[in-house]
């Protein structure tokens, strides 16, 4: 059936493909071009909700670091838990008495939530969706099932209502900015990160590569599961903490990282 400009535009759309009550709820082939239309409400790129109900949070908080004039620097490490990483990365960061904050898959909590049972009050463990689609294909419904799952399930499972949400592949769209918004999450990316296959044939470099992008502030990307080139970072992760503390870094959560921010903005403004 096709599509008119005016229905895309408006969401009429939705009906006209046989989608029942809600406006805007056309599916988007994967690739547009910049003069296909996209709907106004119910499309992935909309931060407004696609019955044009008001939101329940009032803004958004998305973010890349923390506070530049302090030497702090936070570790990350999605996609877990997982049996098979996950315990090296803690037990590294144990030997050095160093906080990371995990951004955990609920399917993987599900699966081998155990993994992080001493982990609350020590690291932190934040939402990384429960499937890890990517959500700037998905309207906000689709977001909105994919945050709320996992943190109903990490409540669950650890006690703690997560706090912090990171977008798998980094990719946000305005239905995902406000899927996190309403759930109450700061929406975190990252700074630096580890780039395996910079190193390739020489993975020694990696603690060198990570150094050289960390800054005050710096908020680092890493992995506790996936290819096994990621392997790269977790088997050099003491050396890595090491160099950084060379470095005169402090390692700290992300939430704290970012309540320093806050403080110092205060303070800067007081």
């Known amino acids: 059936m096709e599509v008119t400009r005016r229905q895309a535009l408006t969401g009429a759309a939705g009906a006209a493909v046989g989608a029942a009550g809600a406006v805007g709820a056309v599916r988007l082939k994967d690739h547009l071009d910049e003069s296909t239309p996209l709907p106004f409400y119910g499309s992935p790129v909309s931060a407004v909700r696609p019955d044009r109900s008001p939101p329940s949070a009032a803004s958004a908080s998305v973010v890349w670091g923390g506070d530049r004039d302090r030497r702090h620097v936070a570790l990350t490490f999605d996609d877990g838990p997982h049996p098979d ?76 209502v997560p706090t912090l949400f990171r977008p798998p592949y980094g990719h946000v769209g305005g239905a995902t900015l406000l899927a996190a918004a309403e759930a109450g999450l700061t929406t975190v990316l990252w700074s630096a990160q580890a780039r395996e296959d910079l190193v390739a044939g020489r993975p020694d470099g990696i603690v060198d590569d990570i150094a050289s992008q960390v800054r005050p502030g710096s908020i680092v990307l890493a992995h506790d599961t996936g290819s096994p080139d990621r392997l790269v970072t977790i088997e050099r992760l003491p050396a890595i903490i090491r160099r950084l503390r060379d470095d005169s870094y402090t390692f700290v959560t992300v939430s704290a990282l970012l309540a320093a921010s806050a403080s110092a903005t205060t303070a800067s403004h007081g």
């Open 85 to 160: 990483w996950t315990p090296r990365v803690l037990a590294a960061l144990a030997a050095e008495d160093v906080p990371a904050t995990f951004f955990c898959l609920g399917r993987n909590v599900r699966d081998h939530g155990e993994l992080h049972r001493d982990s609350v009050g020590r690291h932190e463990l934040a939402n990384h969706t429960f499937e890890h689609p990517d959500l700037g294909r998905f309207d906000w419904s689709r977001c909105r099932d994919e945050i709320d799952r996992t943190s109903r399930l990490m409540e669950q499972t650890y006690g703690v």
